[in-house]
C-alpha cells in the first residue's frame, strides 16, 4: 500500500514539475491598440473622413426630419379649416417624409449602411496589417501569449517591460507609414 501511494505522490510530482516547467517557458506580452493605431497616420485620416461623411449624412437626415416637422406644424395651423380628404393627404405627406428620413438614416447607418461599408473600406486593411504585425513579432519573438491592454477588461497589471507596441509600430513601419517611435505619445 505504501509502495502504491509513493508511485502515486511521484507522479503527481511529475507532472507538476512538467506543467511548472512548460508554463516557465511560456512569454506573455501586450499591446495597446489604441496607442498603435493613433500612431498610425493612415488610421487617423481614415477615422477623420469617416467623421467628416457621418457630418454630412447627419445634416441631411436632420434636414429630412425638419421638414417634416414643418410640414406637421404647418398642418397643425391649416387642420381646422381643411377638409378630411386634405387633411389625410397633408398627414400622408407628412409620414412619407419621416419615413425617407428613417430610410437615409438606415442607408448610411444601418447594420448594412454606408457607414459600415465605409469602415470596412478604410479601417479593416489597417487592422489587418496590426494583426498581421502582431503575429509577426509574436512567432519571431517566441510569445504564447498577446494581451490586448485596451480591450481592459480582462488585464488587471502589466509591466511596462511586456508591452510590445512599439514593436507592432516598428513591424508595421515596414508595409505602412508610423508615426518615429521618438514622436509617439504613450497614453498612461
Given at each position: 500500500m505504501k509502495t502504491r501511494k509513493s508511485i502515486l505522490l511521484l507522479a503527481v510530482m511529475f507532472l507538476l514539475g512538467i506543467s511548472v516547467n512548460a508554463q516557465q517557458n511560456q512569454r506573455i506580452?501586450?499591446?495597446?491598440s489604441d496607442y498603435i493605431l493613433e500612431n498610425i497616420p493612415e488610421y487617423t485620416d481614415a477615422?477623420?473622413?469617416i467623421n467628416q461623411l457621418s457630418k454630412k449624412w447627419e445634416k441631411e437626415i436632420t434636414a429630412l426630419f425638419q421638414a417634416a416637422?414643418?410640414?406637421d406644424r404647418e398642418y397643425q395651423a391649416e387642420s381646422v379649416l381643411l377638409s378630411e380628404d386634405q387633411k389625410r393627404k397633408k398627414k400622408e405627406a407628412i409620414t412619407a417624409k419621416r419615413q425617407e428620413?428613417?430610410?437615409l438614416r438606415m442607408q448610411y447607418y444601418g447594420p448594412e449602411g454606408e457607414l459600415f461599408a465605409k469602415r470596412a473600406e478604410l479601417i479593416q486593411p489597417i487592422q489587418e496589417k496590426v494583426y498581421n504585425a502582431i503575429n509577426q513579432v509574436a512567432l519571431t519573438k517566441n510569445y504564447a501569449f498577446v494581451f490586448d491592454k485596451a480591450a481592459g477588461?480582462?488585464?488587471l497589471y502589466c509591466s511596462d517591460k511586456n508591452d510590445i507596441s512599439d514593436e507592432i509600430l516598428d513591424e508595421i513601419g515596414?508595409?505602412?507609414q508610423t508615426v518615429r517611435r521618438e514622436d509617439r505619445k504613450k497614453n498612461n
Open positions: 506580452a501586450y499591446v495597446d477615422q477623420e473622413e416637422q414643418e410640414l428620413a428613417e430610410n477588461t480582462s488585464m515596414n508595409v505602412m
